[in-house]
């Protein structure tokens, strides 16, 4: 099992800047890919990035690249989402959540945290 805790939300201008972090417990942590998604009021959740254990490689949605970077921190267990030029339309619910390198699903959430980007 994995439990994870988001923190960081809140209340930005558009442009501003937050970073999100996501604290991972758990019998063990190794080889835990993570991801972060959003779910804004209204619409399905949605992927924002992943960082692979194995290989360390980055996926970003189209919507995020180059204004969010995804990173870990092993010896803290400890993922981060570092949101830059934030717009309006990023504010939604943002999830952590973890898997097994190997399994493709990801099995394991947070429980959330608000970002709200006023114009």
């Known amino acids: 099992q994995v439990q994870l805790v988001e923190s960081g939300g809140g209340l930005v201008q558009a442009g501003g800047s937050l970073r999100l972090s996501c604290a991972a417990s758990?019998?063990?942590?190794?080889?835990?890919?993570m991801g972060w998604f959003r779910q804004a009021p209204g619409k399905e959740r949605e992927f924002v990035a992943s960082l692979s254990w194995s290989d360390g490689r980055l996926n970003y949605a189209d919507s995020v690249k180059g204004r969010f970077t995804i990173s870990r921190v092993n010896t803290k267990n400890t993922a981060y989402l570092q949101m830059n030029s934030l717009k309006p339309e990023d504010t939604a619910v943002y999830y952590c959540a973890a898997r097994y390198d190997w399994i493709p699903k990801y099995d394991y959430w947070g429980q959330g945290t608000q970002v709200s980007v006023s114009s």
């Open positions: 758990g019998r063990t942590l190794s080889r835990i890919s």
